[in-house]
């Protein structure tokens, strides 16, 4: 299966997105990250749908839309008519998680579950059959620019395997603190959706990062 490289715009400059946007995607982005937090699931806040109506008007590839909210139900409908290709919804933030999923994908978006690091594969076991994709997350969600936990990787392992085991093809996407250091260990795991934030917007050259970013994912996991 093939890496694809999804720039989270958390680290861009917000008042040029549409620049940052243009440049990841000269640079290969298969897909736009869009953080979205509300100030009480995580201590952050970023935007909505009206931000997300104009990113999508802008971009060129689809929007993987990361919900980092409480009662992200009531939100659902404005974000995939604000142009969300993808949704995640955090596991730990919604008590009916099978009924959201299939909200989600009654709209014709893309649902995934997302697991924040100290949350188990486990909690995965009921669901996995309905996801269309899993994100596993490798810093506590908020912020961008924090270091990896090393162990994500072998719980991207673990969360291969139990797709596997169950027959499913959903891709695993990871989220934070994903660099050169670190890409191709994350492949070599079982991830083939790599968000990265502060490793290509935090530079001078988001379109060369990503470009990098890749060249890295796919070195010695030979995908
Ligand atoms: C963190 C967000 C990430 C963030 C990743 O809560 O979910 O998408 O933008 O940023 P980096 O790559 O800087 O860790
Ligand atoms: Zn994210």
Do not use: C, W
């Not at 298969?30 to 935007?47: K, R």
């Not at 299939?102 to 309905?130: C, H, M, R, W, Y």
Request: hydrophobic share 50%.
């Amino acid at each position: 299966m093939s890496v694809r490289i999804a720039p989270s715009i958390l680290s861009a400059d917000f008042a040029a997105l549409g620049e940052a946007i243009a440049a990841a995607e000269r640079g290969g982005a298969d897909l736009i990250h869009v953080d979205i937090m509300d100030g009480h699931f995580v201590p952050n806040l970023t935007m909505g749908p009206p931000v997300v109506r104009s990113i999508h008007k802008v971009a060129r590839v689809p929007l993987d839309v990361h919900l980092m909210i409480e009662e992200p139900d009531r939100y659902i409908e404005a974000f995939a008519e604000a142009g969300a290709a993808m949704i995640s919804v955090h596991v730990e933030a919604v008590p009916h998680l099978h009924r959201t999923i299939q909200a989600i994908k009654e709209l014709g978006v893309k649902a995934g579950a997302a697991l924040n690091p100290s949350t188990p594969v486990g909690a995965l076991d009921e669901i996995v059959d309905d996801l269309d994709h899993v994100l596993v997350m490798s810093v506590n969600p908020g912020f961008g620019g924090q270091t990896f936990i090393q162990r994500s990787e072998s719980k991207i392992k673990s969360i291969r395997a139990l797709l596997d085991r169950r027959g499913s093809a959903a891709p695993i996407e990871v989220d934070g603190g994903i660099d050169l250091s670190n890409a191709a260990r994350v492949v070599e795991a079982g991830a083939t959706i790599l968000v990265a934030g502060n490793s290509i917007f935090g530079t001078g050259d988001p379109e060369r990062a990503t470009r990098a970013l890749r060249a890295a994912a796919t070195l010695r996991a030979g995908v």
